[in-house]
């Protein structure tokens, strides 16, 4: 594909070196059985960081990730065989779920589109009413999931890899198939960089936002879904913390936060490399109490090796 | 009317908001609006409103800052730390501290040109990592004879009022100084709304932001102080969940994210807007369930009623 | 003179903005396979004209006729799918889509298969498109990497495409195409305009009047948003163009040479060995005070980069600068200004104003210190030294408070040199210091220039038009794939010929 | 425009107007209320549930406070109860952090309020130093219990190997109480269990999954057992165990008692949990409040035993969860002390 350029490189080598020191410290981490669990604890964050990288590529934010996460992972708990509701539907919830999502993000970007208000700030509203939702219609207790065909969604395998990694493959697939060779990618790439100028050239720049959130929506209501899959229940706590490691992805991998800049496959390393930062904290028996120092700093080290400075006329 | 007016009367909005939403919690309950009350709330607001002070200016640049919350923390924990062994230098410790961390973020900013996202964030991670450290991974306490020595000016009160209100109203009236009387403050919305023009024009670009980003970090490590004082104690995790509250009422307050327009004062309103949506919920009795669902929809109409359209081309 | 069955008709168009009546019974017809030009002055109206036309603003009376029907534009979309294509004074190309994106921005529909977009079928379609403007380049790429030049042609190759995709009449608003643009692509394009003159209709709006008149059939002139004059070309001459545009008599002295110095003062700059790789190398030269340098050569001879080193936007790679004898650092734009280099950027939207100031936070943003006091802003002193340039320059402007974007683009432009004036700088570097302004508005630039002059202030000037460079300059350098090929005097009386200046060029 | 203004200033002076009468009249009511950390987990969901329904066998308004992790942001709430009560109020406080108990005791002080604390409590502030308006701190040993329930997992793992352990946010008290007691079992075994990794999850679920996974490449089979500082986290390292199909060979326990982790106890893939009794606490902290405010007893009058004691937690194993399950759970809100184990003992 023609968005695979020399730029996209740079945070695979940081991606690599990475390993490379971690690797050092702890043999075990080049373990085929390491780098299977690497990926399968990358499976969510790659789902959610598709929605993500569209939106940031359009120049806006979405915070709330973590409240569609959780609604729709309480969503995806109550429609299958649980402890809580009488439904019984197996995998049809995840349909169910990923249209929650969706509709979700629509009332993210129809509010952030119609009201004129910043991104930023409907989704984090939207996000607290999210949350709220989702801890509201349990009473504050967990669904419990006793459906072990849908719990196959994360912890079965095919062809040796645990089922969350093909999902989050499938999803890069489309994502990459949107950002290359839609209407709405190319939109996308044309709002983030003139939003002004791809107006006046006849792009319905309201629909496309809209749709992008939507969109968003749809991939956060799917890692919802296999949320409730990995861990085996709903609730409202359950995405606690994915807003930012979302972000950080995005961003590591290179997508810039002003829009135009970046691609889904670059967030896709961008999230390799945050779930090894974390992996090998553990594997390097980083102790606890600087672990988040010592992150921080990789982080710094690694946004400043993967990053083309030449590109970055203005840093914000 | 003419435009000069209507400017003037745009820019009272955010105050209306707060109003209306005063007035509207005092017809459910009138107790509210009784003074002592009101002087309560405001002092309340005042943690938040000191944390989210120093932040308007780099947000005003067009960049963000998402440490404070860990300078903030960071500081407490080293003058709890620090208060039994070295008196009051330990304030000037602390608030030194949360100036170097400003200073950190913006060498990394200027010189590594990261992202302020990412690199606050990541700043954030090591200031934490120096909050467990400084205070042996547990909360502090500070000893009445401590605390009534050299915190009394955070938490006394002087003529009948809070000296929280005080400090605040003289931070707001500091930094409003800096803001529209100094060359600093006119830079510092110039690079918020045409850095390169700023750039071209032989403007030290870097220094402008390497300002706001200190004065950023001390003024969060003011709010620690003051913070640690009003809960006797000194914690890592102190400010926990005040980093997006501190960044809703900047922008509840009519400023900007994208830069180049606000003010101190319109954070303060923004920050009372916040305080009032959440104590009036107390009040008025909502449910605690629905507490964060309306926290939210009112925070999205907040935005929706105080964001001045007419300055920012395109809303991302 | 009214065209039998006009493709597009203006009629008694009015449109108003608070306090002005930007358009004022605009009468104006375009016949079918007719170039008609559009000429006026800054602020008579001609931007706002276009925006009308494509559906920015709404006609307040009158009514817009199109194909015999009153129509109505929503927007420049809505225009183009009717047939009436644009291509903007700024550019509207996304610099992070590629040229085959940009060209059918909005219209993939054309490439869909199975709801996904056939790259390959719509860069064979964008070559085609390409072919028509003859520019040789690969629709794959990313526009962000290609010139100024090149991605003006893309925009003109975005309205052509227009042509043979629609049944109807196709009218194209060019709207300054060639400010930008160097002769040989001039040439090229006013080639293209009259084999399309054959299927199309053509608006062409140009601050350059020789270039209107031998382009098209028939010219309005505008002043004050009002349609003044309105001549066949063959009738019409520059001279009275011009003076119906500023409604006087032109003056003689056009490049004010009456006011061009003979001698000059203490050597102020030396250039010597200066190169950046890639760009230009070994440029030497000295410069001294009230001497203005003309730099010459087509896109991609290293004097646009030239002009930004000096701004200290381009650190240089090699050689040194002194200024007073003293060698300075050019690394960052800063270190250009206090050294006593002012900038006059060619991109006056996105590096010579700050949109979010006043006219006076503008004006004084360089010399900000000489308006501060420990910081604190001299507001008193700030504003009345505003207020002096400001009526100097004849700056319209209600206050000097205003915001800067209020301003038009002539008088922002004398706010950008005004603020190197107030600094004080000892070389301006004016790239392209007319570019995109009417000739009233580059006449007081003009006027400008030779006052620094006057002042002492050494100048190096990059022209809009060789004939402009010719008319200022002391001296001039002309620069041919990053070296120096020719050097010529230029004084007053000795002026050197445009050809031999570009047969040096290329 | 103009209209707005108008009705603003006529609402406000209908409201002042009448803020003085209303005032007067709900002097007479007393209100219940719990102020707690979040109402998205179990724990604290069981303890509002048990206020509540303290709250409606006497027949009096009940509120839910909650912190969010917070604690500017729960003693300003706390602070707005207390003035819109006019200090008519009971409240059972799950303070946010230890030291704020003492800001939330001076308060309720200063306004005639009456406060009950759980769990977090600065070691040096004591109920019998404030009355009457601190009735009580009630607690439960998180050093004995974890080490219980440490003793219950070196059971499962057959008195040796190593263990990996979870804990809470570092500076937690409760976290800090529960590590240490952890420490001390494996202490005590001379050397037969050794602590392999300890690595703190904040609490969270899905960083216990991401951090057993890590310790999964890191020491294999070494894992004999895992040990959670509460059962969200150990739920989180059973399902990373699962996902390698290890659940249910390396025993797993939690501490809080959650119908998920009583449930994984059930199935045997967790070795057991302390189960507290959040109704109990939530309950009966507002009933001994209420008792005190309305005069019920005199609570400065009451030995310290029962104004700072402990209540039962009880370690769930494979063994006793059928009992456990069957048990009568009831209580009398008049028994004040029925369940206590006992005055707290500092460290």
Known sequence: MA???????????????????????????????????????????????????????????????????????????????NDTTGANLGLWAVPFAVLAGGLIGAVNGATHVYLKVPSFMVTLGIGFVCLGIATAALGGFPVRISDRGFRALTLGRSLGLPNGIWVAAASVFVALIIQERTRLGRYVYAIGTDEITARQSGVPVERTRVLVFVLAGLFSGLAGAMAAAQLGQGHALIASGRLFTTITAVVVGGTALSGGVGSVLNSVVGVLIVVVLTNGMVLMGVPPFVQQGVQGFLIIVAVSLALDRRQLEVVK | MTEKQKELLRNLVPIFTLLILVFGIAAYEPGFLRPANLITVTADTMTLFLMASGATLVIMLGSIDLSIQAIASMTSCIVAAMLPIFGGTALLFALAAGATAGVLSGLVVNYLRIPSFVATLAIGGIMTSVAFWASDERSIYISDADKSAWLNWATGTTGGMDNEVLVGLAVLAGLSAILSLTRFGRLVRAVGSQERAVVASGINVNRVKFLAFVISGFMAGLAGLVMAARLGSGSPTLASEFLLPAIACIIVGGTAITGGVGSIWKTFVGALIIAVVRIGMTFVGVTVFAQQIVFGLVLVLAVAMTIDRTKVAVVK | MTAVNPVLELRNVTKEFPGVRALDCVNIHVGRNEVVGLIGENGAGKSTLVKTLAGIHRIDEGELIFEGEPKSFRSPRDAFNHGLAMVFQEQSIIQTLTVAENIFLGREREFLRFGVIDKRAMNAAAKVELAKVHLDCDPAQKCARLDFAARQMVEIAKALSLDGRLDGDVVILLDEPTSVLERREIDLLFGIIRELKAKASIIFISHRLDEVLEVSDRVYVLRDGAVVHETTSSDASITGLHEHMVGRQLDHQYYRENKQRAAFGNPVLSVRDLSIDDEFSNLSFELAEGEILGLAGVVGSGREAFARCLGGLLPPSGGEVLIDGKPVRLNRPHQAVNSGFGFVPSERKSEGIVTGLSVAENMTLAAGERFSRLGFIRFEKERTECQSWIDRLQIRTPSSKTPMQSLSGGNQQKVVLSKWQIFGSKVAVLDHPTRGIDVGAKEDVYELIREMADQGVAIVLLGDTLEEVIGLSNRILVLRDGEVSASFDAPVGGKPDQLDLISKMV | MGKLIRNTVMVSVAAMLSTGINSATFADDLTLAISMRSLSNPYHATFARGGEEFAKSVGLPFEVLVTEGNSEKGLADIRALISRTNGNVCINVDPNDSPDAATIVDEAKAAGAYVVTQWNKPDDLHPWDHDPNYVAHMSFSGVGTSKEITNALIDAMGGEGGIVAIGGILSNVPAIERKLGMEMAVADTGGKVEILDFQPADWNETKAFEIMQAWLTRYGDDIKGVWAANDSMGIGALEALRQEGKAGSVPVVGIDGTEAALSAVEAGEMAGTVAWDPTWTGGMGLSLCHAAATGAIDIAAEPHAHREFYGTGIVVTPANIAEFRSRDASFDYNDYWAKSTGQIQYQ
């Open chain 1, 3 to 81: 968005s695979i350029n020399l730029r996209a490189l740079a945070p695979i080598g940081v991606f690599f070196l990475l390993c490379f020191v971690i690797a050092v410290f702890s043999p075990n981490f080049l373990s085929v059985s390491n780098a299977i669990r690497i990926l399968n604890a990358s499976a969510i964050p790659v789902v959610l960081v598709m929605g993500a990288t569209f939106v940031i590529l359009m120049g806006s934010i979405d915070l709330s990730v973590e409240g569609i996460v959780a609604l729709c992972a309480v969503v995806t708990a109550s429609l299958v065989l």
